[in-house]
């Protein structure tokens, strides 16, 4: 359910709202989840991460409006994009707290078979009015592949598979850095150039994902303690010693 609301009600804000205003809400999936994994999964928020949440923020808004050049206005639309924040969010911490120990493959099949109903039910619904058009051609095919392929199946698999490891807010910060990796494949492959907002936003972005980590898996040394029952045995030896 988590997973189709987040993706229903971010497509549902995009037909209201700006593409700015998408990205920059967006950027709440990471305190939301923080918040949820320290509330349901007793995950400790420290306050380099907090700082680096600060960072991320201030990055995204740099990335995503070319340091205020682009111009931007929050309205009741955008709360959409927030329920979705909350709706991707909840997802991570259902499945740490209840489906890490199922197989990828079940999780896969079940969240994209149930969600493809929820979504089509929702189609059939609420856009009865709005024609559809299908096109069924050889790139229209190859780009429904690829992306069932490399998003879905490849993409979800590493993100469940990484959920076993790391905690789920860290993976929340690692996830808000998608415009960063967008961006490294709109290079790559479409040949789109970068321009200087861009590489500062990411670079601030990234800044937060490295303060956020300081202190996050520091082991404290454990001093060499006795046991309850090491002095007896200590103040026997001492006793037949003297004996």
């Known amino acids: 359910l988590t997973g189709v609301v987040g993706p229903g009600l971010y497509m549902i804000g995009l037909r209201h709202s700006s593409v700015v205003n998408a990205v920059l809400m967006m950027t709440f999936v990471t305190p939301i989840a923080a918040f ?10 420290s306050r380099w991460y907090l700082l680096g949440l600060v960072f991320l923020f201030g990055g995204m808004l740099v990335y995503s409006t070319e340091f205020f ?7 009741w639309n955008d709360l ?33 078979l149930l969600g493809g109903l929820f979504i089509l039910l929702g189609i ?5 009015e709005i024609p559809m058009e299908l096109s069924l051609n050889r790139e229209a095919m ?7 392929l490399l998003p879905m199946l490849f993409g979800q698999t590493l993100w469940y598979s990484a959920l076993e490891y790391i905690n789920a807010k ?30 500062l936003g990411g670079g601030i972005m990234i800044l937060g994902l490295i303060i956020s980590q300081i202190h996050a898996h520091r082991k404290h040394p454990h001093l060499p303690t006795l046991h309850k029952e090491e002095p007896t ?10 004996c």
């Not at 050049?69 to 309205?75: A, K, T, V």
């Not at 059939?124 to 009865?128: D, E, G, L």
């Not at 190859?142 to 069932?148: A, E, K, N, P, T």
């Not at 993976?171 to 200087?196: M, T």
């Open 36 to 45: 949820l994994a320290h509330v349901f999964l007793k995950e400790q928020i």
């Open 69 to 75: 050049q682009i111009p931007f206005r929050f309205s």
């Open 80 to 112: 959409y994009f927030l329920g979705a924040a909350a709706g991707y969010a909840a997802s991570d911490i259902v499945y740490k707290k209840f489906l890490s120990h199922m197989s990828h493959e079940l999780i896969l099949l079940s969240r994209n």
């Open 124 to 128: 059939m619904i609420f856009s009865v």
């Open 142 to 148: 190859l780009g429904i592949g690829l992306i069932v």
């Open 170 to 199: 860290e993976a929340a910060f690692i996830d808000a850095l998608y415009p960063i990796s967008s961006a490294a494949v709109a290079y790559l492959i479409l040949g789109e150039h970068l321009n200087l907002f861009e590489l």
């Open 233 to 242: 045995k200590h103040l026997r030896l001492r006793h037949l010693k003297h």
